[in-house]
């Protein structure tokens, strides 16, 4: 059975930055993309970004480059996504989902991880 | 970049009615493989997000039949046949075809 474990909820202060994790297990990791998205309360999904399980290779939306920062350790099968000089508009709930090959869609998600900037 | 729009916001169904969403795209979603690069999604409050439909009418495992997606170049839908209660939910459509990746805004999905 394929699991996506996220990290859980994140309280940080402006200006700080936070890691998010994203543990897999039942597939093979090195084998796909991951994706990160984001959802703020009540709006739209937005894609953040993909990074390549087998070496790190790396895809960004433009409007996140300089924000996020996608990692991952093949040795635990873990992705993780950094987000740094956090504001408000970076209060979202962030999930990390699969990107199925060759159907091109992101078969399996993670529960999500709430991070919420605030002083 | 590609524009996803859903334009109901919420739609209101009755058990075993039937209910179509749709998501019209600001290009064509057809690639030179012939496959549509438009998938489907469920959101439902304390569940994952879980993914009905891929190439606009594949259904993905242990979805169940009343789900069906229809749809070409740039005009799709989703529809439901018999909503059933644990139907209720957040349904988003995403093209992956060009980079950034796009969502729609989204369809609630109500009871009457």
């Known amino acids: 059975e394929v699991q996506l474990q996220q990290s859980g909820a994140e309280l940080v202060k402006p200006g700080a930055s936070v890691k998010l994790s994203c543990k897999t297990s039942g597939y093979t990791f090195s084998n796909y993309y991951m994706s990160w998205l984001k959802q703020m309360p009540g709006q739209n999904i937005e894609w953040i970004g993909n990074i390549y399980g087998g070496n790190g290779g790396t895809g960004y939306n433009q409007k996140f480059k300089g924000k996020a920062t996608l990692t991952v350790d093949k040795s635990s099968s873990t992705a993780y996504m950094d987000l740094s000089s956090l504001t408000s508009e970076d209060s979202a709930v962030y999930f990390c989902a699969s990107l199925n090959y060759p159907g091109w869609y992101f078969d399996f998600w993670g529960p999500g991880t709430m991070v919420t900037v605030s002083s | ?112």
Not at chain 2, 32 to 41: A, M, P, V
Request: charged share 20%.
């Open chain 2, 1 to 112: 970049q590609i524009t996803l729009t859903q334009q109901a916001e919420s739609l209101w169904v009755s058990p075993g009615e039937k209910v179509s969403i749709t998501c019209r795209a600001s290009q064509s979603l057809l690639y030179t493989d012939g496959k549509h690069y438009l998938s489907w999604y469920q959101q439902r409050p304390g569940q994952t997000t879980k993914a009905l439909i891929y190439h606009a009418s594949i259904r993905t495992d242990g979805v169940p039949t009343r789900f069906i997606g229809s749809g070409s170049g740039t005009e799709f839908t989703l529809s439901i046949e018999d909503v059933q209660p644990e139907d209720i939910a957040l349904y988003y459509c995403l093209q992956t075809l060009k980079k950034p990746y796009t969502f729609g805004a989204g369809t609630k999905l109500e009871l009457k």
